[in-house]
């Protein structure tokens, strides 16, 4: 664990994150932070489509099944903690359990680098995991946000959003285009998209360090309870994910990634989202608890920490 803190990567975050308490003024620009954020997505993209390639469908099948089952069941158990014991009313419930269901595509990424430092291997199918636990979780947390689909009034832009968002249209748009094109026409891009990608993925998390320091402003108001919720909760689903990985059959790295990203929260898609199709929400629960508390977490202590369960369970 304390090798991963030494980890350029985290350290990175660390800069940002004390940058933004000390009131600096470091920030990435908005157009370079767009141009890393899409880089990201679509580097992931290219890599889980040519791993894909190779792999046989019926290997993929019970992970899939697996999936499905967590993009159903974390925003279920995160709605009851939050409307029973939490006593947030139901939309902003249902949002939360949204941003927690979903995924984070950036702890998924330090979650490859922290495997790739450690030279363990993991199945060539879980890149396409991380998409397709996206789509139920926010499915479900819409459902019990709104109690039901037909109190969202614009069904189209929320579809189009969901399933076209740049995150999930990058990603799908890059796996497909690996697993066309397979190792050998890929090559010539990996100079940019393989050996440069922890550069990039170290500026994005000096960004992001910036942009949690700023969410802490918001913790008095969103609660004791939500801070809580942002520690215990991904304990709770990535604990979860481990077991599923292991009725699944999956080896240790490939557990290791289906825990992270069982105990992720999206501060990009689920935003996003919640703001078409639950607009009576207060954004500043989830984000805060999402940003400013989970993902710091997950990126310091919860990768190493899914990695040694998982090696003790496996």
């Excluded at 470091?26 to 489509?49: M, Q």
């Excluded at 069904?155 to 249209?169: E, M, N, P, Q, T």
Aim: proline share 5%; hydrophobic share 55%.
């Amino acid at each position: 664990m304390i090798d991963n803190l030494l980890d350029p990567i985290v350290l990175c975050f660390a800069v940002g994150f004390l940058a933004g308490l000390v009131k600096s003024d470091l920030r990435l620009p908005k157009s370079s932070y767009e141009f890393v954020s899409l880089y990201l997505l679509l580097a992931i993209g290219f890599k889980g489509g040519v791993q894909l390639a190779g792999t046989s469908f019926a290997e993929f099948v019970p992970a899939l099944g697996g999936t499905l089952f967590l993009g159903i069941l974390i925003p279920l158990l995160a709605f009851v903690i939050l409307r029973h014991l939490g006593g947030f009313d139901r939309a902003n419930s249902g949002a939360i359990a949204a941003h927690y269901g979903s995924v984070s595509a950036v702890t998924f990424a330090a979650t490859l680098n922290y495997l790739q430092n450690l030279e363990v291997s993991f199945e060539p199918y879980v890149i396409s995991l991380m998409v397709i636990l996206e789509i139920p979780a926010l499915a479900v947390g819409i459902y019990l946000a709104k109690g039901g689909f037909s109190q969202v009034s614009n069904k189209k832009k929320l579809l189009a959003d969901i399933f076209f968002g740049k995150s999930i249209f990058l990603l799908g748009g890059g796996m497909l285009i690996g697993f066309i094109s397979g190792p050998e026409r890929m090559a010539p891009l990996n100079p940019l998209f393989v050996d440069l990608f922890k550069g990039f993925l170290a500026l994005f998390l000096l960004e992001l360090g910036v942009v949690a320091s700023h969410q802490l402003s918001h913790l008095k108001r969103a609660g004791l309870f939500l801070l809580g919720f942002g520690v215990l909760m991904p304990l709770l689903s990535g604990a979860i994910g481990l077991v599923v990985a292991w009725l699944v059959g999956m080896s240790l790295g490939g557990a290791t990634i289906l825990a992270v990203l069982a105990a992720s929260s999206s501060y990009i898609a689920a935003p996003s989202a919640m703001r078409i199709a639950v607009p009576e929400a207060n954004p500043v629960f989830s984000i805060t608890s999402s940003l400013a508390v989970t993902f710091p977490l997950n990126i310091t202590f919860g990768i190493p920490l899914f990695y040694w369960l998982a090696g003790w369970i496996f």
